[in-house]
């Protein structure tokens, strides 16, 4: 029998393009309600954050921060700040771009996660936040 | 009982990089099948489109158009424009960009959105098109 | 009655910047377990490659690769590569930019592709590597 189980996970960050690997959460909630195969949903519910997956370690989060920073700098004026003069711009542009959802099977009871691939959480606002990742699963359960 | 309830939003764009909020076409459907909790995949079936959520206000939307002329400019010929002569390279760079597809869980009757996060629907090609957005939802109803 | 149908499918890719239409065998599993309605998650287990749409054809295929050539280099270093000695950094920072999953509705048997849509996976790993594309659909079937 298919059902559905949804948790939210909450993260507190730094802002500033803090890059925050929520792996073990995301995989704490599959063995919590003993999912064996369905799919997984994850969604941050804000316009300033992004989800994605990458391997997690200190060289590529520099090498990501610096991309960012080139391409989408946080140092200059954008129209959006014109409006609520709250200069977080750039991070709306970020996320944009990488989307605030993941879909992952899960297989066997695991989500189908390469060995070096981690579910990260992005925030590029211009301040800590507290954060919330809305994780749904559908499927079969033991 | 989970059950599937599939609609087909339709949008007529001007292109350009025409962006359009979705949400509320969007969250009707999900009101007009009352689904409780489950989970919705939104998805423009066009290479030259794409899906994504931000703010939706004037300033953001200028930044972003910007952001992408920089980038992938539509004033330079692309290897694609050699073969169809539609001259709309840039558009289908843009789009593979950005992706067709979002997965959205829906929560107590309601998508998971944030309160500044609409759902828009991105038109890159270079003359109005009529778009279509496939919205399906899997889940509880009352 | 909806059900979970998983399979994997697996690429022989060429590595730097491989882009392969896999739009084939994504169907050919649909048809496999003759679904009729219900959605598709595909997500690639590995942090140097990609998933998205595009219209498959040569001279687009060239434009990605010289896009991401510009963007993001191959023939310059980067943090992560000072951790591994594998030298592609470059890989990881384009994987994470363009995300793993996709989801895709399936309507009347097919995929809600576009005419000129197809999914592709973009290989930008610096060697040849056996891919795996986890196909997950979750419907009702004929």
Redesign the interface.
């Known amino acids: 029998m ?3 189980h ?1 948790k939210t996970i909450t993260e507190s960050t730094a802002g500033f393009c803090d890059i925050i690997d929520i792996t073990a959460k995301f995989i704490e909630h599959i063995s919590a309600v003993r999912m064996r ?3 997984a ?1 994850l ?1 941050v ?3 300033t954050a992004a989800l ?4 997690y ?4 989060v ?3 921060k ?2 960012l920073e080139k ?2 700098p946080s140092d200059r004026r ?6 609520w003069n709250d200069d977080n ?1 750039f991070a ?2 970020r ?11 899960i ?1 066997d009871g695991a989500p ?3 060995t ?2 981690q579910v990260i959480l992005l925030d590029f606002d211009n301040r800590p936040r507290r954060r919330e990742i ?1 994780v ?1 699963l ?3 359960c033991q």
């Open positions: 298919i059902t559905i949804t195969s369905g799919m949903t969604f519910n804000g316009s994605t997956t990458m391997e370690e200190p060289g590529l520099e090498d990501l610096e991309f391409h989408i954008y129209h959006h700040d014109a409006r711009g709306h542009l996320a944009t771009l990488f989307g605030p959802s993941l879909a992952i099977p297989v189908s996660l390469g070096w691939q809305i749904q559908i499927g079969e």
